[in-house]
């Protein structure tokens, strides 16, 4: 495959040693997957259906949507993740249809071949607006007229307001300091060795991520906040733990969750977009 623009040795080398396949449940991202999950059924076409799954790591959605009666396939560039889905698969009721290691920027799939995309990870890493587009485009060659695209991104403002939860930004130094690069140009560059301050990566505006998603040609383009605020309780995961709160939690989110003074906030934006079915 063809190597994203940018450092992404250094990508590669961070999910290699991270363990990205128990992230979601862990501190605050249980919500993280929650939210993606509800909002991904509301769009989501019924089943059965095909969903192609790009940097879908080891797994976590594309198997649920597999248990539900989809047919996903899933790629990812890193060769850990690849291997972890493929182990999961052995494992589970309904299988994938496909695992292989890939870009999102040239899916391996025929022009209108299938009902939806999940893009929950590539535009992290592509720093240059014409490699997102590039994917963008790819999801849109895929799907068939009135396919959905799931495009999620890391909000422009997510190492200042988890730095803050954390006190991070006020208590380290170097953190601050590619927290000011991120604010000023959206580019996290960790020039250090320490996997605290994540890897290369491009955080965007909620804005700019639905002017991209339009750019790529799809309609009814939405930017929903994913956590919203409430990622900053300090008493999250007791919280969570209850149903009656977690519940509470979620109505009030989607209360807010495209409220414009609240997505950029967000650790997390989920852009929800339709081909249109002219082609």
Request: proline share 7%; aromatic share 8%.
């Given at each position: 495959?063809?190597?994203?623009?940018?450092?992404?040795?250094?990508?590669?080398?961070?999910?290699?040693?991270?363990?990205?396949?128990?992230?979601?449940?862990?501190?605050?991202?249980?919500?993280?997957?929650?939210?993606?999950?509800?909002?991904?059924?509301?769009?989501?076409?019924?089943?059965?259906?095909?969903?192609?799954?790009?940097?879908?790591?080891?797994?976590?959605?594309?198997?649920?949507?597999?248990?539900?009666?989809?047919?996903?396939?899933?790629?990812?560039?890193?060769?850990?993740?690849?291997?972890?889905?493929?182990?999961?698969?052995?494992?589970?009721?309904?299988?994938?249809?496909?695992?292989?290691?890939?870009?999102?920027?040239?899916?391996?799939?025929?022009?209108?071949?299938?009902?939806?995309?999940?893009?929950?990870?590539?535009?992290y890493h592509l720093p240059e607006r014409e490699d997102r587009l590039l994917a963008l485009r790819e999801a849109r060659r895929v799907l068939r007229a009135g396919g959905r695209l799931f495009a999620a991104a890391i909000s422009r403002f997510a190492s200042l307001v988890d730095g803050l939860r954390s006190g991070a930004v006020l208590d380290d130094p170097v953190f601050a300091r590619i927290v000011e690069g991120?604010?000023?140009?959206?580019?996290?560059?960790?020039?250090?060795?320490?996997?605290?301050?994540?890897?290369?990566?491009?955080?965007?505006?909620?804005?700019?991520?639905?002017?991209?998603?339009?750019?790529?040609?799809?309609?009814?383009?939405?930017?929903?906040?994913?956590?919203?605020?409430?990622?900053?309780?300090?008493?999250?995961?007791?919280?969570?733990?209850?149903?009656?709160?977690?519940?509470?939690?979620?109505?009030?989110?989607?209360?807010?969750?495209?409220?414009?003074?609240?997505?950029?906030?967000?650790?997390?934006?989920?852009?929800?977009?339709?081909?249109?079915?002219?082609?």
């Amino acid at each position: 495959m063809s190597e994203p623009s940018g450092p992404f040795s250094d990508v590669r080398a961070y999910y290699e040693a991270y363990d990205e396949a128990g992230r979601l449940g862990v501190d605050y991202f249980p919500l993280e997957r929650a939210r993606t999950e509800e909002l991904i059924r509301r769009f989501l076409a019924p089943a059965p259906a095909v969903v192609v799954d790009a940097g879908g790591a080891a797994g976590a959605y594309a198997y649920p949507l597999a248990a539900a009666g989809y047919d996903v396939h899933l790629l990812d560039p890193v060769a850990k993740h690849v291997r972890q889905a493929r182990e999961a698969s052995a494992l589970h009721p309904r299988p994938l249809c496909s695992i292989r290691e890939g870009d999102a920027r040239a899916l391996p799939f025929g022009d209108a071949s299938v009902d939806a995309v999940l893009m929950l990870g590539p535009l992290y890493h592509l720093p240059e607006r014409e490699d997102r587009l590039l994917a963008l485009r790819e999801a849109r060659r895929v799907l068939r007229a009135g396919g959905r695209l799931f495009a999620a991104a890391i909000s422009r403002f997510a190492s200042l307001v988890d730095g803050l939860r954390s006190g991070a930004v006020l208590d380290d130094p170097v953190f601050a300091r590619i927290v000011e690069g991120d604010l000023r140009e959206g580019r996290h560059r960790n020039d250090t060795d320490n996997p605290r301050y994540f890897t290369s990566a491009y955080f965007h505006r909620p804005e700019d991520l639905q002017s991209e998603v339009v750019g790529a040609g799809f309609e009814d383009a939405t930017v929903f906040a994913v956590e919203g605020p409430a990622f900053a309780l300090s008493d999250f995961e007791a919280r969570w733990a209850r149903p009656a709160e977690r519940e509470a939690l979620l109505r009030f989110l989607r209360s807010v969750e495209t409220e414009p003074a609240l997505v950029g906030a967000s650790p997390h934006l989920l852009a929800c977009a339709r081909r249109a079915d002219g082609g």
